[in-house]
């Protein structure tokens, strides 16, 4: 590969791949703060049973 | 009792359905020819300004809207202002548009997924370009259609049972929540990058792919000052993450009150990015491969080599073939000068090999190392470097010819009806199966749109809104489905995206930018967001975004102006065109000043 072809792998790599990973880091550090109802307590599976009967209820 | 809303279970769920509603099939066919076509590598630049300036701060737009008024997306255009509701239902009928044509390439990908396991687009003893007439006049039967939209000549069956297959896909992912689709999304959104992994591995290891990689890679800056490669930056980067379609702001409704959005929104803008970036390497590898296997079966030299070629051989036509430098040359010259003959008969075209030749024992290698010795002497450069250009040259005249569809349905199922035994099976397997886990994810998104502005406004239940809409889009892809049908699929998806998602686009810009209070839609965007946005994102929604779209707007009229788009007849253009754009946002107009279940005011006053 030519040389300038390298420059734009490794710069656009850093650029989306790095920007990318550094704001999937922050959902890490500050992700407690949201409320997600599977992220406060409990299992994913039963969380997803419950949240699913309420849509039902709530349908119905 | 009023209804509650439901909600994404985690953040990961929602960030990957947004994720995987901005991906698609133009990340893949889209994003990597355009790239190539516009100063390679130095595309990135303008591309990567487009992402901060545009890209993002429109998304913050679509999800701020959906989140802050926790509605699809007319709900939202609704209370943000009363004027602006019927914007909302447009940016949905648009969606439902986009569906319906859509999921007929869904159909196409699933029916070449079966083709592959016996590599069906070219059967033993054809020439290589076949999958090319396996694809039009085979597959697809356009030829009878004679180019004329208005002569359906008939139905493709496969298509259509493909089609139906997509459809109840949908409905079954879809019809039970946003509860179903957190599941989904967990399988459907990384699959691809898996898969598009394990075929980059297995591209980046074949001849021609690192020439490949150049031509998409190795920056031309002069390109830098072209206005028309900063349009097109823009331009993909508005369609590739689903602007306008208000899917995103539906998704971002189903929030909960304390969710980032901003972050969210960076994520989505990335990870779209991060997609077309690494499907532009798989693309070019493969097309870098192509142009070297071609290279190598001796029919590809173009009319400069070629000519070079003849007039080197008029040149030694005089002397006696045993004074050539090389025993080699003595005896490839004997043979081969009749076809350069043949070839200077032919205007200078390609020599091709006769079947005297090929019973006389002169094989397609014989051909290529002939010339590039030739061409290599004349040019005082190596034999591998003459190679080099002509992968090169090969490469970049398969990047400015195919495009889209052709390169997923061309392109490729010829690189890999070249590649050796059961590569072709397992290469093939995998590229439809990746093709169908990118736009899967994107058109259920397209259908949950429509489905939560129904739900929302008019207080149809999810499984009947689905339905309704599922077996509407159905039918109305029958005509895609048809041998004219990608004439339709042409004509419908210009019009649809350069009048109704720009134009959409547009309005949201100025909705948030100048019609509602900015700085209360800022606040709110922050409040949980873990990236603040100050007053670059209210240069870019109020001055810049309007400016950008308002330009391409322009310049698509003055271009329909100018010449009919494709050579289609006028009629066609106006009634799949024209009347179909008046249409989605008559519809749109409609819907909006239709009244709304008391049921659903209950819930939106909640």
Not at chain 2, 555 to 560: E, F, K, M, P, R
Not at chain 2, 579 to 601: D, I, N, P, Y
Request: glycine share 10%; with cysteine.
């Amino acid at each position: 590969m030519t040389l300038g072809a390298w420059v734009m792998l490794v710069a656009g790599s850093i650029a989306i791949y790095g920007g990318l990973i550094y704001c999937i880091m922050l959902t890490r550090k500050h992700g407690q703060s949201h409320e997600y109802s599977d992220e406060t307590e409990g299992g994913n599976e039963e969380r997803d049973n419950i949240q699913g009967q309420k849509d039902t209820e709530a349908r119905n | 009792m009023a209804e509650q809303r439901e909600r994404w279970t985690t953040r990961r769920s929602f960030i990957l359905a947004a994720v995987g509603s901005a991906v698609g099939l133009g990340n893949l066919w889209r994003f990597p020819t355009i790239a190539a076509q516009n100063g390679g590598g130095a595309f990135l630049i303008p591309y990567f300004i487009a992402l901060v300036t545009a890209g993002i701060p429109l998304l913050i737009v679509e999800f701020g809207l959906g989140h802050m008024h926790q509605g699809a997306a007319p709900t939202a255009f609704k209370k943000a202002n009363k004027r602006f509701e019927w914007v909302g239902w447009w940016s949905l009928m648009c969606s439902v548009v986009v569906a319906t044509y859509y999921c007929v390439i869904m159909a196409w990908s699933l029916n070449y997924l079966v083709h592959s396991f016996n590599v069906a687009w070219r059967p033993p003893g054809t020439p290589q370009d076949y999958p090319v007439t396996f694809f039009d006049k085979e597959f697809l039967r356009v030829a009878e259609a004679g180019g004329n939209p208005f002569n359906l000549a008939g139905v493709a069956l496969p298509i259509v049972l493909g089609l139906a297959i997509t459809w109840i896909a949908i409905y079954l992912i879809i019809s039970k929540g946003i509860g179903q689709v957190s599941k989904v999304v967990l399988i459907t959104v990384p699959m691809p990058f898996i898969l598009l992994a394990l075929l980059f591995i297995r591209a980046i290891m074949m001849r021609g792919a690192v020439t490949g990689m150049d031509i998409y890679l190795t920056p031309d800056f002069s390109r830098i000052f072209d206005a028309k490669v900063w349009l097109a930056a823009y331009g993909q980067m508005f369609f590739s993450l689903s602007i306008g379609f208000g899917t995103l702001t539906a998704y971002a409704s189903f929030l909960p009150k304390k969710a980032d959005i901003n972050n969210s929104a960076f994520i989505t803008a990335l990870g779209d990015c991060g997609t077309s970036f690494f499907a532009g390497m798989v693309v070019f590898s493969v097309i870098g491969f192509l142009a070297f296997a071609q290279a190598d079966a001796g029919f590809q030299y173009d009319s400069i080599v070629a000519r070079q070629y003849i007039e080197r051989l008029n040149g030694l036509k005089d002397k006696d073939p045993a004074g050539l430098e090389e025993p080699a040359d003595r005896e490839d010259y004997a043979v081969l000068e009749g076809m350069a003959r043949a070839a200077e008969v032919k205007d200078g075209k390609p020599a091709e090999l006769v079947p005297e030749q090929i019973k006389a024992g002169v094989k397609p290698e014989h051909v290529r190392n002939f010339l590039a010795r030739i061409v290599a002497r004349e040019k005082g450069i190596s034999v591998e470097q003459v190679e080099e250009k002509e992968i090169y040259r090969k490469a970049t005249q398969i990047t400015a010819e195919q495009s889209g569809p052709g390169l997923a349905f061309k392109v490729f199922p010829i690189a890999i009806s070249m590649m050796p035994g059961i590569w072709q099976v397992v290469v093939g397997v995998l590229f439809f199966t990746m093709l169908l886990f990118l736009a899967i994810d994107s058109a259920f998104s397209l259908v949950e749109g429509i489905v939560a502005g129904l739900h929302d406004k008019f207080g149809v239940s999810r499984l009947k809104a689905t339905a309704i809409v599922c077996a509407l889009c159905f039918f109305v892809g029958m005509l895609f489905c048809t041998y004219a049908g990608l004439l339709w699929l042409d004509i419908v998806d210009q019009w649809i995206n350069s009048y109704g998602l720009v134009l959409v686009g547009l309005f949201e810009a100025i909705l948030v930018g100048w019609v509602i209070k900015t700085a209360a839609f800022r606040e709110h965007v922050n409040r949980h967001s873990e990236i603040k946005i100050g007053l670059l994102w209210n240069i870019c929604v109020k001055v810049l975004t309007p400016i950008i779209l308002g330009a391409t707007v322009v310049l698509s009229i003055g271009q329909d102006i100018k010449a009919p788009y494709g050579g289609y007849p006028i009629w066609s253009l106006i009634i799949g065109g024209w009347m179909m754009v008046l249409a989605v946002v008559g519809s749109g107009v409609l819907l909006s000043v239709l009244k709304e279940r008391k049921k659903a005011q209950e819930a939106q006053a909640k």
